[in-house]
């Protein structure tokens, strides 16, 4: 299968092979170019000398040049912006009422969640999930399901004692009706008979 070269239309030649000073002359580009603008070195190469990226790479692998690292600055950068955007999107629910889906929320703002709930409980014994879904404008599934995750122990409930009749009192009381069992009967047998 012969690829076709796009400019002249002719068919390309495959397997050319490259001396190991014009692999230098590449490696040593990429490193350079990388050393001046960070990275896209490789890009760079395979655009300045027709060869291809893969193979640019496997040359670099083959010399020991690592693969440049994003620079501190843009990382922090990256940190920024995403902790920004989270902070954003607790304001904008918070704001909203009812929560929208897709909105994650980080482990710092469960934990704060989970805190108050259990602050409140120890407080007041009780209700500090409804207080936690009111205050911070999330259902009360969810903030069921983070105290779960974090093992969190529900509060005690108080016990309702309900006394049952006792057998006695229960066996003493005459059931109504209970007389005219016989009489009953008979009426339904003359009942019957009439049919």
Known sequence: MSTKNKKSGKAASTGVRYTDAQKKEIVDFVV?????NGRGGQSAASAKYS????TISGWLKSAGVKAPKAKKAAKKAVKKVAKKAAKKAVKKAAKG??????????????????????????????????????????SVLTVSAWLKAAGAKKPASKKLVTKAPKAKKAAKKPVKGSGDLAAFKAALVKLINQF
């Open 32 to 36: 350079q170019y990388n050393a001046t």
């Open 51 to 54: 060869v291809t990226p893969l």
């Open 97 to 138: 009422g009812k929560n929208k889906k897709g909105i994650r929320y980080t482990p710092e703002q469960k934990k704060a969640v989970v805190d108050y709930v259990e602050a409140y409980n120890a407080k007041n014994g009780r209700g500090g999930q409804n207080q936690a879904a009111k205050k911070f404008k999330i």
